[in-house]
């Protein structure tokens, strides 16, 4: 017992100096975030409470339940709004995470392969990359790993609460981001054992217990003539016309190229990028045109994921059916983590959309390393696998994008020391993002709002139409202001600048009247 809480303390405070080292410097604020943090603002200051969540991306029209809001909405309050707050929450999730892999990986396969397993799954830089930056799908690996560790409770003894346990953290999954939906399949695998065992009433209280978390968003759906399930069947009806062989294909792709990318931590720029464009899907991703650094650990990872899969078919033909049965179940939730390729359109598959799988891949993790200990004394194998962690850090390191909270202040406080309680006022902004069509500077308008108090700053048409004065906003470098193009400047019309400002973090500030 001492022993393996020592490990599992290594374990934790290695994660936590890699998750919150300079968290608050290297921030990347992106729309996302500022779109979610207003909504949890009003929330918190004006009571508008609301039923739903993020929205889909990939169906227009489609949203999340609202629990992501509620769940951060504490830790903004915390930070008074500041971004540290939400970011620090992310952290928690992550070593949670954390936690809870290793108590899987430990229970599964014993204390060493769970020290070894939950050592490279702390140390993988896009694990840790979720852990800094607060996202909705950052948040799944923790509530997969409990819905994980309740289901192999639940096989092991049968006891109903497992069950219980299993949906509501399945639910919280599907909740905060619709890709772990994959995972379904074994909460209705355990519906069929309690069936034979005769307990219709403990699925009925399953059943309601996994919609009950989106019992808002079915509220919602009722008072607005059913919007939300027009547009998921309107989504489902387009996928209908896709090859399958075509799907089937990608699928396989998939299955060899994400986890060499996840054991790399090669091409995190442009997976993780939290600007709108130009995040790259998997599908551009060139794996054959690289730095000799990268090409090396592409090599590695290759060797690493083919050591973990002919340990995993060691594993499916062991003798001890218990050892059988857990690498099945690993296999399985591997397997549904990938078939939500099924369900992304082309050139459409993100990184992000996958992070609902990445905790099962590094869980074979220790189940390879189980049967290592068992089968082979070189550890010429195991020095692979820890250099791999180390060096999968260079030449990134910690530090990806950076978009932090200083660089929107001084902007934000300029135009509320112009504003006038007389005006009424609207923002728009030339982002320095390449392809971003929207230009309401909402990330600005987030600040102005919750830091400055200034009053409601909307984006859409008729809040630039009843403005009378504009605060234009520029990270690039615009000739003519007046002639910037997009909704928000061609509804307000702006005729002429009145003042210019020259902002030390290199974006100028036009005051704009009709």
């Known amino acids: 017992m001492k022993k393996g809480f020592c490990l599992l303390l290594t374990i934790l405070v290695i994660g936590a100096i890699l998750r919150l080292y300079n968290l608050s410097v290297w921030q990347y604020f992106s729309y996302d975030q500022a779109r979610d943090f207003l909504i949890i603002k009003k929330i918190l200051l004006e009571g508008k409470f609301t039923l739903i969540g993020p929205s889909l991306g990939i169906a227009d029209g489609a949203y999340l339940p609202p629990f992501y809001y509620y769940l951060t909405a504490p830790f903004l309050l915390l930070s008074r709004f500041h971004l540290w707050g939400p970011d620090f929450f992310s952290v928690l999730i992550g070593l949670g995470g954390v936690i809870v892999f290793y108590l899987l990986a430990k229970e599964m396969f014993g204390k060493k392969p769970a020290f070894l397993a939950s050592l490279f799954y702390t140390l993988n ?19 997969l790993l409990l819905f994980a560790f309740y289901v192999l409770k639940f096989l092991e003894n049968k006891k109903v609460f497992f069950l219980y346990f299993s949906t509501i953290f399945l639910a919280i999954s599907v909740s905060l981001h619709i890709t772990a939906i994959v995972f379904l399949p074994v909460l209705v695998y355990l519906f069929f054992i309690q069936l034979k065992r005769k307990s219709s009433l403990s699925i009925l209280i399953s059943v309601m217990i996994f919609f009950l978390f989106f019992a808002p968003l079915l509220v919602f759906d009722l008072r607005h003539g059913f919007g939300v399930s027009k547009a998921v069947v309107s989504f489902f009806a387009e996928k209908g016309g896709s090859g399958l062989g075509n799907k089937v294909f990608r699928f396989l792709i998939f299955f060899c190229k994400i986890p060499v990318i996840l054991f790399s931590g090669n091409f995190q720029k442009e997976l993780l990028s939290l600007r709108s464009f130009p995040i790259l899907s998997l599908e551009q991703i060139n794996l ?7 090409s090396v650990k592409l090599f590695l990872s290759l060797v690493v994921w083919m050591f973990v899969l002919v340990f995993s078919f060691r594993g499916l033909k062991d003798k001890r059916i218990e050892v059988r049965n857990k690498f099945k179940l690993i296999l399985i939730l591997i397997f549904l983590g990938f078939c939500i390729s099924f369900l992304l359109p082309q050139n ?16 074979l993790f220790s189940g390879c390393f189980f049967l290592f200990f068992e089968k082979i004394k070189n550890k010429i194998f195991l020095a692979l ?23 929107f202040l001084p902007s934000a406080k300029i135009i509320a020391q112009d504003f006038s309680s007389n005006d009424k006022v609207a923002v728009a902004a030339n982002i320095n993002e390449s392809n971003r069509w929207e230009k309401n500077g ?5 600040f102005l709002e919750s830091l400055y108090e200034l009053p409601f700053l909307g984006s859409k048409e008729n809040d630039y139409k009843s403005a009378n004065v504009l605060y234009l906003i520029d990270e690039g470098d615009l000739k003519e202001p007046l002639k910037m193009g997009g909704m928000e400047m061609e509804t307000f019309r702006p005729a002429k600048i009145e003042k210019v400002w020259e902002v030390e973090t290199g974006q100028k500030i036009y005051k704009m009247t009709h």
């Open 125 to 143: 830089p896009y694990m840790i990359q979720a852990s800094r930056h607060i996202r909705n799908p950052h948040l799944l690996p923790l509530f």
């Open 442 to 446: 909402i990330e600005y308008r987030y």
């Open 385 to 407: 696998f820890l250099f791999l962690a180390v060096i999968s850090f260079f030449p990134n390191g910690l530090k990806t994008e950076i978009r932090p909270e200083k660089y």
């Open 288 to 294: 054959f045109k690289l730095p000799v650094l990268e």
């Open 348 to 363: 459409y598959s993100y990184l992000y959309y996958f992070y609902n799988l990445f905790p099962f891949i590094f869980l």
